[in-house]
C-alpha cells in the first residue's frame, strides 16, 4: 500500500498545465462503444479510473489502447454485453456503461457500481428512466439485467427528480441511437455532460440544449467515430488553485476551462488571493494569511458551488483567518475527510450537512488516512501547509483522480514523496 510524506511549509511557487477531466473522460469513453469505429480521445487523464474503463470496454469486445494522454477505443465488434461484477465495482461510474451499452446492443447486464465511499449513492433515478424509455430491467442475484424489447430504446419525456449526473449521462447515451424523440427536464447542467455532448454530436448525433435544464435528443440510427479532445479538469484546477493559496503561493494554471471554473474561482476570491484570468490560464497569488468566506459556501448543482471542491476548498481555509461555514447538499456523507483535517490541528465542528470551519494558526503534520479522492488531496493540502511531517495512507483514492499529484506538487517547490 503507498503512501505520500509531505514537509509542510514551503512556499509553492510555479506554473501547471491542467490534466483533461477525468468526468468527462469517463462517460465519453462509454459513448466510443456508440461509433462502431475507432474514436481518438487526445488529452484522457492517466487515471486508474480511465483504466477501469478501458477494462470495461476491452472486456465488451473493444480494442483500447493508451498512450501519452491519448486513448485509441475501436468499437467495431462487441461480442459481449454483459460487465462483471468485478468491473463494475471498481467505480462508481461504470453505471453509465449501463446506457451506453443499451444505446449499442439494446441489452446489458450490469451490477450495483462501486466507487467512493461518499454515503447511500442509489440508482433509483437511471433505473426509472431507462425504463421509461421501454427497457425492461430486472435484477435477479445481484445483477441488473436490462433489454430494449424491440432492439432499440423508444424515445421518452424524462423529469428527473433531481439534476443527477450521472443519471443525465445515462439518458443521453441511450437516447441518441434511440428511436424518436427523447427530452429530459431537469437535466444536470455540469460543464463534462456539455462535453459528452460535444463528442457525441461530432459522431453525428442529434442533441441541443446541453448546458440548460432541458436537453432534447433525436435518436439516430448510427454514429460514427470522431477524434475528440477531452476538456480540462475543473476540479484539479480548483484543487491545485487551493494548494497555491494555501501555502501562500503563486501559481500560473494553464490549459484552464476559466466559464466552467467560475463557481469556485468567484468564493476563492473572497478569501483575499490575486487571481487574474485571462484566455486560457489563470494566476493566483495568495501573499499573506488566507480570510475567511463569510457567506455560507452551498454545495449545489452546477452552476453552484460545485462538491468536489468542498473538500479542498476546506483545508486550504482551516488555517484561515475567522470562520467559514459549509453546507454540502449533493452527497450524504462527503465530510469524512473532517477527522484527519482536525488531527492536523484543524477545529472543525460537523452537524448533518453543515460544517463550521474556524481557521487556526497554524496545522501540524500528522498520520491520516485518505477517505476518498477529493477527501484525500484535502489531506495532501492541509499537509503541504502544516509544519512539520505528514503521512497519508490509502492514496489510491487520491490516484484514481489526480495525474502525478507528487509531480504536480514537485513541480511546485512542495516536499512530497511517494513511498
Ligand atoms: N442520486 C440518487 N439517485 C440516483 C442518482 C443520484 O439519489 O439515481 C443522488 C446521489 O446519491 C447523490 C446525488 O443524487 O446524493 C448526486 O448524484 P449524481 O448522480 O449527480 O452524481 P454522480 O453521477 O454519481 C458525478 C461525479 C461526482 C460528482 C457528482 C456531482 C462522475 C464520475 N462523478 O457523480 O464526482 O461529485 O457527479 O457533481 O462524474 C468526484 O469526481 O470525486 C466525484 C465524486
Known amino acids: 500500500m503507498q503512501r505520500f510524506i509531505i514537509n509542510g511549509g514551503r512556499r509553492l511557487r510555479g506554473e501547471l ?14 459513448a466510443s462503444l456508440l461509433c462502431c469505429g475507432e474514436c481518438t480521445l487526445h488529452s484522457c487523464p492517466n487515471l486508474t479510473d480511465v483504466y477501469a474503463a478501458s477494462r470495461i470496454l476491452n472486456c465488451v469486445g473493444c480494442k483500447c489502447t493508451f498512450s501519452d494522454n491519448t486513448a485509441v477505443i475501436n468499437s467495431v465488434v462487441i461480442d459481449k454485453t454483459s460487465i462483471s461484477e468485478e ?11 449501463m446506457g451506453a451499452m443499451l444505446g449499442r446492443a439494446g441489452e446489458c447486464t450490469v451490477s450495483v457500481p462501486g466507487g467512493c465511499e461518499l454515503g447511500p449513492r442509489p440508482i433509483d433515478m437511471h433505473i426509472s428512466a431507462l425504463r421509461k424509455m421501454g427497457i425492461e430491467i430486472r435484477e435477479s442475484g445481484g445483477s441488473i439485467i436490462c433489454k430494449a424489447p424491440a432492439g432499440r430504446a423508444k424515445g421518452a419525456k424524462i423529469n428527473l427528480a433531481f439534476p443527477s449526473v450521472g443519471a443525465t449521462e445515462n439518458v443521453i447515451l441511450c437516447a441518441v ?11 444536470a447542467r455540469e460543464p463534462e455532460i456539455c462535453d ?9 448525433a442529434d442533441i441541443a440544449g446541453e448546458g440548460e435544464s432541458r436537453v432534447i435528443i433525436h435518436g439516430k440510427h448510427q454514429l460514427h467515430s470522431c477524434e475528440y479532445t477531452i476538456m480540462p479538469d475543473r476540479i484539479a484546477g480548483a484543487t491545485y ?5 494555501a501555502a501562500k503561493g503563486e501559481l500560473i494554471l494553464t490549459n484552464a476551462c476559466i466559464p466552467e471554473m467560475e463557481p469556485f474561482l468567484s468564493v476563492l476570491e473572497q478569501t ?18 488566507l480570510s475567511a468566506i463569510k457567506d455560507r459556501i452551498r454545495t449545489m448543482p452546477h452552476p453552484g458551488f460545485p462538491t468536489d471542491a468542498q473538500a479542498v476548498l476546506m483545508a486550504a481555509l482551516a488555517a484561515a483567518d475567522g470562520t467559514s461555514v459549509f453546507e454540502e447538499n ?5 465530510y469524512r475527510h473532517t477527522d484527519a483535517l482536525v488531527k492536523m490541528g484543524a477545529d472543525i465542528q460537523v452537524l448533518g450537512k453543515v460544517a463550521v470551519v474556524k481557521g487556526r494558526e497554524k496545522l501540524h503534520g500528522a498520520k491520516v488516512e485518505a477517505t476518498d479522492l477529493r477527501g484525500g488531496a484535502a489531506m495532501v493540502i492541509a499537509a503541504l501547509c502544516a509544519e512539520g511531517t505528514s503521512e497519508i495512507t490509502k492514496i489510491c483514492h487520491i ?21
Open 17 to 30: 498545465a491542467l490534466q483533461g477531466s477525468k468526468n468527462s473522460s469517463l462517460p465519453i469513453m462509454a
Open 87 to 97: 468491473l463494475m465495482r471498481e467505480m462508481r461510474s461504470s453505471i453509465i456503461f
Open 177 to 187: 441511437t434511440a428511436e424518436g424523440e427523447t427530452v429530459i427536464n431537469n437535466a
Open 196 to 204: 459528452l455532448c460535444g463528442f457525441l454530436r461530432s459522431c453525428g
Open 241 to 245: 488553485l487551493s494548494m497555491a493559496a
Open 272 to 289: 483575499g488571493c490575486s487571481i487574474y484570468t485571462s484566455d486560457k490560464k489563470i494566476y493566483l497569488r495568495s501573499g499573506s494569511r
Open 330 to 334: 449533493i452527497f450524504d456523507c462527503r
Open 399 to 419: 490516484d484514481r483522480g489526480y495525474e502525478n499529484i507528487e509531480e504536480a506538487v514537485r513541480l511546485l517547490g512542495g516536499d512530497i514523496r511517494r513511498s
